[in-house]
T-cell receptor, first 113, second 113 residues
């Protein structure tokens, strides 16, 4: 079955540490996205990538970084510069970047110790 | 920048009651509209979408939504809810040919058996 795999499901980080969240898709989708979900705020776009080796900042990119070296993979690094990293992170993909519904992974919950 | 508002944060109703969730957006141009649902413990799923054509859109599980351009609205409806409709519902908008999806804050719906 095709889909999006996010790992790990739960992640704990000490203050001052960088941490990388994994997102892999086998849907052969060109576009991939990272969102942050906070209660009452819906999903906010962190970064997105329309094709391999290309990505753009979303609405809340500060303190985050991404890479897109392979079509199926779009890892997100939460850096120590992110002031409030505790959240639920969702990865999504779509066949193209425009006009397409997005398919979502199960998410990773990041907590700061 | 476009924004999406969902008027109700929480809705509680009994089985067989009718459901209507409001969604308004701020962008004045041509848009694509989506409703996503997140059942407890599951990933976000597409409920229905509107790109063009008939403004009354039928989705899965008996849901429908009506696009009213003059009101910048895309309200979600279901005539008779079931306990299994308990979930969080998100409205989302992107500009036609755009690549950034903007989500509303979500509405948590609890259906009492």
């Amino acid at each position: 079955d095709g889909g999006i795999t996010q790992s790990p499901k739960y992640l704990f980080r000490k203050e001052g540490q960088n941490v990388t969240l994994s997102c892999e898709q086998n849907l052969n989708h060109d576009a991939m996205y990272w969102y942050r979900q906070d209660p009452g705020q819906g999903l906010r776009l962190i970064y997105y990538s329309q094709i391999v080796n290309d990505f753009q900042k979303g609405d809340i990119a500060e303190g985050y970084s991404v890479s897109r070296e392979k079509k199926e993979s779009f890892p997100l690094t939460v850096t120590s510069a992110q002031k409030n990293p505790t959240a639920f992170y969702l990865c999504a993909s779509s066949p193209r970047a425009d006009n397409q519904p997005q398919h979502f992974g199960d998410g990773t919950r990041l907590s700061i110790l | 920048a476009q924004s999406v508002s969902q008027h109700n944060h929480h809705v509680i109703l009994s089985e067989a009651a009718s459901l209507e969730l409001g969604c308004n957006y701020s962008y004045g141009g041509t848009v694509n509209l989506f409703w996503y649902v997140q059942y407890p413990g599951q990933h976000l799923q597409l409920l229905l979408k509107y790109f063009s054509g008939d403004p009354l859109v039928k989705g899965i599980k008996g849901f429908e939504a009506e696009f009213i351009k003059s009101k910048f609205s895309f309200n979600l409806r279901k005539p008779s809810v079931q306990w299994s409709d308990t979930a969080e519902y998100f409205c989302a908008v992107n500009r036609a040919a755009g690549n950034k999806l903007t989500f509303g804050g979500g509405t948590r719906v609890l259906v009492k058996p």
